[in-house]
């Protein structure tokens, strides 16, 4: 069917809306052989708190943006490149239901759907998307991913030394390795991650510790929290006081 879609009049159409919605200070979406298998909106874990994206899945990147007016205009977008996405799925807790994590090195996050069924179609889509290209390719699944960021409201105390209490003097800071929310005295040290920045970004003490003797595994989330299922839960944006 994509195959079948690649250059039909029908797909570029529908492309060129998409394109159209972000405006100008979106990238170009329509190259050769790329196909947009669907969209919908879902909502995105943030660093403050959850909010409604749109997103839309081509057969070989994944792109999201914020929602300015429904079926309209987006902005702020995003574009992750499939064959570096692995997706797990995040068991339902409270009101946060039918989601899952896609990761990448560079950014991971989770997202949730209406429903089961919408849940079910979205991670099935990206994982056919996902073998497809690496069959294509005879590149092996990505093995690192960056830590998903635990969200503000999942600690009101510092997950590393478990004695700051956060407050409006006292900031919450996130470990670019760890994602733990963790006070400044935990977080003073940077250490380069290739796959997230270009220069040095902030870790927490126990994970500059581990980086710098070498026997940090692809995980530095050892201290969690029991019950918590945010313990190896990152957002978009690199800035610690970022809203999103």
């Given at each position: 069917?994509v195959?079948r879609?690649?250059n039909?009049?029908?797909n570029?159409k529908r492309?060129?809306?998409?394109?159209?919605?972000?405006g100008?200070?979106?990238q170009?979406?329509a190259i050769?052989?790329r196909?947009?298998?669907?969209e919908?909106?879902l909502t995105k874990?943030?660093?403050?708190?959850?909010?409604?994206r749109q997103?839309?899945l081509?057969n070989?990147?994944?792109?999201?943006g914020n929602?300015v007016?429904?079926?309209k205009?987006?902005?702020?977008?995003?574009?992750?490149p499939?064959e570096?996405?692995?997706?797990d799925?995040?068991?339902?807790?409270g009101?946060?239901?039918n989601g899952?994590?896609?990761?990448?090195?560079?950014?991971?996050f989770?997202?949730?759907?209406?429903?089961?069924t919408e849940k079910?179609e979205?991670?099935n889509?990206?994982?056919?998307c996902?073998?497809d290209?690496?069959q294509?390719?005879?590149?092996?699944?990505?093995?690192?991913h960056a830590?998903v960021?635990v969200?503000?409201s999942?600690?009101?105390v510092?997950?590393r030394?478990?004695?700051?209490?956060?407050t409006?003097?006292?900031?919450?800071?996130?470990?670019?390795k760890c994602?733990?929310?963790?006070c400044?005295p935990c977080?003073?040290?940077?250490?380069?991650?290739p796959?997230?920045?270009?220069?040095?970004?902030r870790?927490?003490?126990?994970?500059?510790?581990q980086?710098?003797?070498g026997?940090?595994?692809?995980?530095s989330?050892?201290?969690s929290?029991?019950?918590?299922?945010?313990?190896?839960?990152?957002?978009d944006?690199?800035e610690?006081?970022?809203?999103?």
């Amino acid at each position: 069917m994509v195959d079948r879609l690649a250059n039909s009049e029908a797909n570029s159409k529908r492309i060129a809306v998409v394109e159209s919605c972000f405006g100008a200070a979106g990238q170009p979406l329509a190259i050769p052989g790329r196909v947009l298998i669907g969209e919908g909106v879902l909502t995105k874990l943030c660093r403050k708190k959850p909010k409604a994206r749109q997103f839309f899945l081509f057969n070989d990147i994944l792109v999201y943006g914020n929602i300015v007016i429904q079926k309209k205009k987006y902005n702020k977008q995003h574009i992750i490149p499939l064959e570096s996405v692995t997706i797990d799925t995040v068991p339902d807790e409270g009101d946060l239901r039918n989601g899952w994590l896609i990761k990448t090195p560079t950014k991971s996050f989770a997202v949730y759907a209406a429903t089961a069924t919408e849940k079910s179609e979205w991670m099935n889509h990206i994982g056919k998307c996902v073998g497809d290209l690496l069959q294509k390719s005879g590149k092996s699944p990505t093995g690192e991913h960056a830590a998903v960021w635990v969200p503000d409201s999942e600690a009101s105390v510092c997950m590393r030394c478990q004695k700051v209490k956060f407050t409006p003097v006292s900031r919450r800071h996130h470990c670019r390795k760890c994602g733990f929310v963790v006070c400044g005295p935990c977080s003073e040290k940077k250490y380069l991650l290739p796959s997230q920045s270009s220069k040095p970004v902030r870790v927490c003490e126990y994970c500059y510790l581990q980086l710098t003797s070498g026997s940090l595994g692809p995980r530095s989330d050892s201290i969690s929290r029991p019950g918590s299922k945010f313990n190896n839960l990152s957002d978009d944006e690199d800035e610690d006081d970022s809203s999103d």
